[in-house]
């Protein structure tokens, strides 16, 4: 087992487990947000496998996944709105953690595969998980307008 590897596995047995927990059970507010985090987790831990198996289609799946996380989100944003009007939810600091590990673990991947291609891809990867989990989560607490129903 590498350093890859290892770092995988913690991502994904200890932030997505987390967040599987936190969709069921706890309030909606924590559930819709625990949902927004899976995939923002999900993504860095199939750019961990990528390098630690040395297998560029995980960065495609990884692609895919930080396309349509943040677009299911929204989904369910937009449908919630009514129910999260009056309990939004607050995790700034949580979304922040995530977004900074997204960052870290692109930056790696960038270092470890050199200029190229598949440079340019991760940091495609990159832009569209930050970005999409920061709009994602922005919406969620109703911080964007058409998503809040007043």
Known sequence: MNGWLLAATVVLAGG????????ATGPLRR??????????LACPGLLLLAQGYDRPSYVDLALVLALLGPVGTLVFARLLADDLAGDPPRA??????????????????????????????????????????LIASRALSGGLDGVRRD
């Open 31 to 40: 559930r819709v947000v625990a949902q927004n985090l899976s995939t923002a």
């Open 92 to 133: 700034r600091a949580l979304t922040r953690a995530v977004v900074g590990l997204g960052a870290a673990v692109v930056l790696a991947g960038c270092v470890a595969t050199g200029p190229g291609r598949a440079m340019g891809k991760l940091l495609v990867v990159g832009a569209l998980l930050i970005g999409g989990n």
């Open 16 to 23: 997505v487990g987390a967040t599987l927990w936190g969709v």
